[in-house]
């Protein structure tokens, strides 16, 4: 399984973008590249994913190097709200392609 | 967006005492996963259960602890069995839409877990 490796925390100002960095340099030709967060004593949920191409949606966007090697998921004008453990998961290609394995994640503070 | 009803939210247990833990999706899925968050950490895949085979268990983790049931495409529950206060920890079960590889997970809410 590829692996991912994120800083285990990040300040960010309010109001400003937050850039968070994801290393992923074994990843596989097939395999997308998924952002989840989790805020206090709550489920994880969904951001963005992406295999190649750079993504954006209504909560972030996620910018894939060419070489797949690394991405780096933006939060254009971070809140408050935003504090949370950001997780950057690479899926796996196997017949076990569905697991969602969580790395140690980037702990982001959004800060007045 | 796909909802999980995760139940109990919190529980405190007695040590030596077994916890079922249900989720209910608001549809038929294909896979299920049961994960764990002990204080401070991150999650771990515990196993994943597909209706109508046994579930697969990740490694260091063991059915006669953690039994799970798959009865039908909505619906699984984790047994945290014979508790001590190292099984004090968030559990969380999880699914996908779909079949393909282009798909998020969902997450239920968790169950808070404290053994006594």
């Known amino acids: 399984d590829a692996k991912t490796t994120q800083p285990p925390s990040m300040d960010c100002a309010e109001g400003r973008a937050a850039n968070l960095p994801c290393n992923h340099s074994t990843i596989s030709g097939n395999e997308y590249v998924y952002w989840y967060r989790q805020i206090h004593s709550q489920g994880p949920q969904y951001i963005i994913h992406g295999l190649k191409n750079n993504e954006t949606n209504e909560m972030a966007s996620l910018i894939i190097t060419e070489d797949r090697k690394s991405s780096t998921l933006i939060l254009p004008h971070a809140t408050l709200r935003d504090t949370a453990v950001y997780y950057c998961i690479v899926r796996p290609q196997n017949t076990g392609g569905f697991k969602t394995i969580f790395g140690a994640g980037t702990r982001l503070f959004v800060k007045a | ?116």
Do not use: H
């Open chain 2, 1 to 116: 967006s796909a909802v999980i009803s995760q139940k109990p939210s919190r529980d405190i247990c007695q040590r030596g005492t077994s916890l079922t833990i249900q989720c209910q999706v608001d549809s038929q899925v294909t896979m299920m996963f049961w994960y764990r968050q002990q204080p401070g950490q991150s999650l771990t895949l515990i196993a994943t259960a597909n209706q109508g085979s046994e579930a697969t268990y990740e490694s260091g983790f063991v059915i006669d602890k953690f039994p799970i049931s798959r009865p039908n495409l909505t619906f699984s529950t984790l047994t945290v069995s014979n508790m001590s206060p190292e099984d004090s920890s968030i559990y969380l079960c999880s699914s996908f839409r779909g079949d393909n590889m282009n798909t998020e997970a969902f997450f239920g809410q968790g169950t808070r877990l404290t053994v006594v």
